[in-house]
């Protein structure tokens, strides 16, 4: 995910800055490679000119304008107009009429981040949509950002997962489609079987097919034993009770569509049965 560059706002003193210290003047949507910008107009007037301009950040902080003109000969949807500035953070565009004599109605003109080409655009984002005339015209910009954790796409919520396996079987948990989880936290009750056999509960994560990782207690767990199972980021700071509490370390991750985490051991008896397992997480989308 593209970070945006930690721009001060020029209006603000340094006062301000010192109270605001995350507010940002930032650049708006990011182009990435192969996208660029897509003006098409829809015109009952069958002579007349729009020009396309705006602003640009490039990758290397410089600031750059492009201006692009689309000439209408003919009635119909005029498309023939893109400007390829990616990839850039966009600062703001401008659409307006040049030439030709253009009252209410008579034009419809919409501004889109495209990719793939010009004569078969696959639309990423509406920038800007309406009439324009001669005296009203499109625009876009003047962005204002908390950064940088405004670039996450959403306000997330937290949620539960709750599972009880049968007797012999481990928990697993798919992330959504359409979702992103950062993991939280989980907890569970472990009793094992009197098979003998040293257990070492954990948590893996695999990305739907292919395994990624796990992460497991430092302890065995015996036959015949009941055991509590915590996990957090941080957890060395938790104080194990009494040893029937035992902490496994949760990786600091944020888990994809199609994700899953679960528990494993090593070891882990037909008899064996996991009980209240929770696992908490947090939801981007």
Not at 49 to 56: A, D, E, N, V
Not at 129 to 141: A, D, F, I, M
Not at 182 to 211: C, E, H, K, M, W
Request: charged content about 15%; overall charge negative; glycine content about 10%.
């Amino acid at each position: 995910m593209a970070q945006y560059p930690m721009l001060y706002r020029a209006g603000l003193d340094r006062e301000s800055i010192e109270s605001y210290s995350q507010l940002v003047s930032a650049p708006g949507p990011y182009l990435e490679f192969g996208e660029f910008i897509y003006l098409e107009a829809t015109s009952t007037d069958a002579s007349a000119t729009l020009r396309l301009s705006g602003k640009f950040l490039s990758p290397d902080n410089e600031i750059r304008s492009f201006t692009e003109d689309m000439v209408i000969t003919g009635t119909g949807t005029q498309t023939a107009v893109t400007s390829r500035i990616g990839p850039c953070w966009l600062m703001g565009l401008s659409v307006r009429v040049v030439a030709g004599t253009i009252t209410d109605g008579e034009i419809v003109a919409s501004v889109h981040i495209a990719r793939a080409s010009a004569t078969n655009p696959v639309h990423v984002m509406t920038l800007a949509s309406g009439e324009v005339t001669n005296t009203r015209s499109l625009g876009l910009g003047a962005y204002t950002i908390r950064g940088p954790e405004a670039t996450l796409t959403t306000t997330p919520s937290v949620a539960t997962a709750t599972d009880t396996p049968a007797a012999g079987a481990q928990a697993a948990w798919t992330v959504t489609a359409g979702q992103y989880w950062q993991l939280l936290g989980f907890t569970g009750q472990l009793v094992a079987s009197g098979v003998a056999g040293n257990r070492r509960p954990g948590l893996y994560i695999t990305d739907g097919t292919n395994f990624l990782g796990a992460t497991y207690t430092e302890q065995n767990h015996t036959a015949g034993v009941t055991r509590i199972y915590s996990a957090f980021p941080n957890i060395e700071h938790f104080q194990v009770l009494a040893g029937t509490n035992l902490p496994i370390v949760l990786p600091n991750v944020i888990l994809g569509p199609g994700y899953v985490i679960g528990t494993t051991s090593p070891v882990f008896d037909a008899g064996d049965q996991w009980s209240a397992l929770r696992l908490f997480y947090r939801i981007y989308s």
